[in-house]
């Protein structure tokens, strides 16, 4: 029985080791771009349409302070 316990032991120290899974970074406190769109007049000054298609292509969430800086850029691009 001592064998048996030590070949048991030594096959647990044998087995790999378990690989770190990396994982996305969570982002909280953001908002998706229907919620930014939403209440856009009162976050932005701007309608809707604008918010919409100035983070058009926007992924995941943003926070507000990132929302604000694409829409006045986008808001502020010379018309050709």
Do not use: H, I, N, W
């Amino acid at each position: 029985m001592a064998e048996t316990m030590e070949s048991v032991k030594k096959e647990e120290t044998k087995a790999p080791a378990k690989k770190a899974v990396k994982k996305a970074p969570v982002q909280t406190g953001g908002y998706t771009v229907k919620e930014l769109a939403l209440v856009s007049e009162k976050l932005f000054g701007v309608k809707r349409e604008c918010v919409l298609v100035a983070l058009k292509g926007e992924k995941g969430v943003l926070s507000v302070e990132a929302a604000k800086d694409k829409v006045s850029k986008f808001m502020k691009k010379e018309v050709k």
